[in-house]
């Protein structure tokens, strides 16, 4: 049984250029969340989605935008990349009606933005 | 608010007791955690507890929570090298909802 996966592993954009990351869930799950990690820094939540829609937002500009799709998977998208977007971005994967109370994550995608 | 502190650095030796810390300010949290993250790699979660628990006892794990000072900590018996890592606190107010995590508390174990 995969547990949750993320692509690519590492990247490397420009200020100014868009990026899309991806996240397949545990097999089983509905729900995933993204978060971002600075260096140094606790892991910060984006937003989550379900049933392809977007069920909770942190507080992130609308630069960062995702989608999910109907088998459950991903994407975060970032336009206009800052410096500051450089950081760890971890995709969290849950099962939302069973009210299951662990969130498993994958190994993130380090983005580096220069 | 949400805000969930944790002190940055604790080194203990091998074998001995590790208690990490942390406090935490929305009196509404309903699930606490634990979470463990090795360098480069994701968050594993280790244990976690309800607010209507005050213990939590897995293995050489123990968690204690002190819901009047929105308090919890973690202690690892027998400390092992293997042990070195980066914990991180993390509560939530439905189990399926947002993560705040805490900044993180570095572990290191030596010989």
């Known amino acids: 049984d995969a547990g949750v996966t993320q692509s690519p592993t590492h990247l490397i954009k420009t200020r100014g250029q868009q990026v899309t990351l991806r996240c397949s869930p545990k097999?089983?799950?509905?729900?995933v969340s993204w978060y971002q990690q600075a260096l140094g820094q606790g892991p910060q939540f984006i937003f989550q989605?379900?049933?392809?829609?977007?069920?909770q937002r942190g507080n992130f500009p609308d630069r960062f935008s995702g989608h999910q799709f109907p088998n459950y998977s991903s994407e975060l998208n970032v336009n206009a990349l800052w410096l500051g977007d450089s950081a760890l971005y971890l995709c969290?994967?849950?099962?939302?009606?069973?009210?299951?109370?662990?969130?498993?994550f994958g190994p993130g995608t380090r983005l580096t933005v220069t | 608010g949400e805000d969930v502190e944790q002190s940055l650095f604790l080194s203990v030796r091998e074998g001995d007791s590790s208690v990490i810390n942390c406090t935490y300010t929305?009196?509404?949290?309903?699930?606490l955690y634990w979470y463990k993250q090795e360098p480069g790699a994701g968050l594993q979660l280790l244990t976690y507890?309800?607010?209507?628990?005050d213990m939590k006892q897995d293995q050489r794990l123990t968690v204690l929570l002190n819901k009047k000072d929105k308090h919890l900590s973690l202690r690892i018996a027998d400390t092992q090298t293997g042990d070195s890592a980066i914990y991180f606190c993390a509560e939530s107010i439905r189990s399926t909802d947002k993560l705040i995590f805490g900044t993180g508390t570095r572990l290191q174990v030596f010989p």
């Open positions: 097999s089983g799950h509905d729900t």
């Open positions: 929305d009196s509404s949290s309903t699930y």
């Open positions: 989605y379900y049933e392809e829609e977007e069920r």
């Open positions: 969290a994967s849950s099962y939302f009606e069973r009210d299951s109370y662990e969130q498993y």
């Open positions: 507890i309800f607010s209507n628990m």
